[in-house]
């Protein structure tokens, strides 16, 4: 989440420059931006294989599932180059305004991710190990994949040996837009962290059935993420072209059409959650899917929501004011959505429904408050426009 986070700042730039008509220099920023990342990659990699087990201890991990976890999550953060290459190529396609690319390496990585499973997971019977094995192998084919398409691509950039240097006025700018946007996301997946502490606390079947649920919704929010990403990029380039007005009227067109399918979503989540959850869950294990479902309905409410506030998210960050971003997530996060959770457990009878509750009661005060800060931005464009005029 924290690369993802940081190349935003890759995606804006080069939309940026892209817009501005200044494709050399969007060149010389993918350089830059890959040296930076191959740093940050072995810095990570390093520092994660080594607290995977104190991370797993954090997070209260079931005794019965730790050894699997400290697996698992060992496996993983050795492939974290791959996942640190495969982000910053996928910001770069964004930039451009090209997210066919990104989704056609996906796709072939999750068929090739399915077909890891099979043989691993219920072929040789490896476990957790087989499956965090198969994910990484998927992402290390998805990044060989885009990086061979890109060689037989025709780019609106040029990239050549001597940019692939660190040039500081590039990283700086990088940073700038990108590690806001990191560091919201790392705070705010904190904050669920420390829902799945609370709910782990709760026992076996809570853990996982939030498990589960948590599964799904990370296949629900695909919709409103992908508006995020690809509003970002549209917006940059607009800022880039000096057209906000077209970038306003993208955020206008980005909510509805992503409410449209936020309400669909809304509907399967808080009325047929049960059904969703057997996706993951044996049928017979009824009361993990019981404690999916609840859990589930209290997100559908999200679904809703999401829709706007990721396409606000995605507006604001293709501006640059990923400041506020973050600002607005950390309020959500730390504000609202830990604190909501934390009462919800003291209550007597305190379900996984009321627990649930404290993500989109989070959303609706980010909704609130980026809605201001819009109103805001417009008030300062209007008068500066009527300056303008006047001189």
Same mark, same amino acid.
């Given at each position: 989440?924290?690369?993802?986070?940081?190349?935003?700042g890759i995606?804006?730039?080069?939309?940026?420059?892209?817009?501005?008509?200044?494709?050399?220099?969007?060149?010389?920023?993918?350089?830059?931006?890959?040296?930076? /990342?191959?740093?940050? #990659?072995?810095?990570?990699?390093?520092?994660?294989?080594?607290?995977?087990?104190?991370?797993?201890?954090?997070?209260?991990?079931?005794?019965?599932?730790?050894?699997?976890?400290?697996?698992?999550?060992?496996?993983?953060?050795?492939?974290?180059?791959?996942?640190?290459?495969?982000?910053?190529?996928?910001?770069?396609?964004?930039?451009?305004?090209?997210?066919?690319?990104?989704?056609?390496?996906?796709?072939?990585?999750?068929?090739?991710?399915?077909?890891?499973?099979?043989? /691993?997971?219920?072929?040789?019977?490896?476990?957790?190990?087989?499956?965090?094995? $198969?994910?990484?192998?998927?992402?290390?084919?998805?990044?060989? &994949?885009?990086?061979?398409?890109?060689?037989?691509?025709?780019?609106?950039? #040029?990239? +050549?040996?001597?940019?692939?240097?660190?040039?500081?006025?590039?990283?700086?700018?990088?940073?700038?837009?990108?590690?806001?946007?990191?560091?919201?996301?790392?705070?705010?997946?904190?904050? /669920?962290?420390?829902?799945?502490?609370?709910?782990?606390?709760?026992?076996?079947?809570?853990?996982?059935?939030?498990?589960?649920?948590?599964? &799904?919704?990370?296949?629900?929010?695909?919709?409103?993420?992908?508006?995020?990403?690809?509003?970002?990029?549209?917006?940059?380039?607009?800022?880039? $072209?000096?057209?906000?007005?077209?970038?306003?009227?993208?955020?206008?067109?980005?909510?509805?059409?992503?409410?449209?399918?936020?309400?669909?979503?809304?509907?399967? #989540?808080?009325?047929?959650?049960?059904?969703?959850?057997?996706?993951?869950?044996?049928?017979?294990?009824?009361?993990?899917?019981?404690?999916?479902?609840?859990?589930?309905?209290?997100?559908?409410?999200?679904?809703?929501?999401?829709?706007?506030?990721?396409?606000?998210?995605?507006? /604001?960050?293709? +501006?640059?004011?990923?400041?506020?971003?973050?600002?607005?997530?950390?309020?959500?996060?730390?504000?609202?959505?830990?604190?909501?959770?934390?009462?919800?457990?003291l209550t007597?009878?305190? #379900?996984?429904?009321?627990?649930?509750?404290?993500?989109p009661a989070?959303?609706?005060?980010?909704?609130?408050?980026?809605?201001?800060?819009?109103?805001?931005?417009?008030?300062?464009?209007?008068?500066?426009?009527?300056?303008?005029?006047?001189?």
């Open positions: 989440v924290v690369i993802v986070g940081l190349s935003m995606t804006v730039l080069i939309g940026q420059k892209i817009g501005e008509g200044r494709e050399k220099e969007a060149g010389q920023v993918i350089g830059s931006g890959i040296c930076m /990342f191959l740093l940050i #990659s072995i810095a990570l990699t390093a520092a994660m294989l080594l607290s995977a087990e104190p991370l797993a201890h954090l997070m209260q991990a079931p005794e019965a599932a730790l050894s699997q976890t400290v697996d698992y999550l060992r496996i993983c953060f050795a492939g974290t180059a791959f996942i640190v290459a495969y982000n910053v190529l996928g910001s770069v396609f964004r930039g451009i305004g090209d997210s066919k690319m990104p989704l056609i390496t996906v796709a072939i990585a999750c068929v090739f991710n399915i077909i890891g499973d099979l043989i /691993f997971v219920a072929g040789f019977h490896m476990g957790t190990q087989g499956a965090a094995l $198969a994910t990484v192998m998927a992402q290390a084919f998805s990044v060989l &994949l885009s990086i061979f398409i890109i060689r037989r691509q025709m780019l609106p950039f #040029s990239l +050549r040996k001597k940019d692939l240097r660190p040039e500081k006025k590039h990283i700086q700018k990088i940073l700038s837009l990108g590690a806001p946007v990191a560091f919201q996301d790392l705070l705010v997946n904190i904050s /669920f962290l420390v829902i799945m502490a609370i709910v782990n606390s709760m026992g076996v079947i809570a853990s996982a059935g939030v498990g589960v649920a948590e599964k &799904l919704c990370v296949f629900i929010m695909l919709v409103p993420s992908a508006y995020m990403q690809s509003m970002a990029a549209f917006v940059a380039q607009n800022v880039g $072209a000096k057209r906000l007005d077209r970038a306003g009227k993208a955020l206008l067109y980005g909510i509805l059409s992503s409410l449209v399918v936020g309400l669909f979503m809304a509907y399967l #989540s808080f009325f047929h959650g049960s059904a969703l959850s057997t996706l993951f869950v044996k049928e017979n294990d009824t009361a993990v899917i019981m404690a999916a479902s609840d859990y589930l309905r209290a997100y559908s409410i999200d679904c809703i929501l999401t829709s706007f506030l990721f396409c606000f998210i995605g507006y /604001f960050n293709g +501006r640059g004011k990923t400041l506020f971003v973050m600002i607005q997530g950390i309020v959500g996060a730390f504000g609202v959505r830990i604190p909501v959770s934390y009462l919800m457990t007597d009878g305190a #379900s996984l429904f009321h627990i649930g509750l404290a993500t989070s959303s609706v005060v980010q909704i609130l408050l980026c809605v201001g800060y819009f109103l805001l931005l417009k008030r300062r464009q209007k008068k500066f426009l009527l300056e303008n005029s006047a001189e």
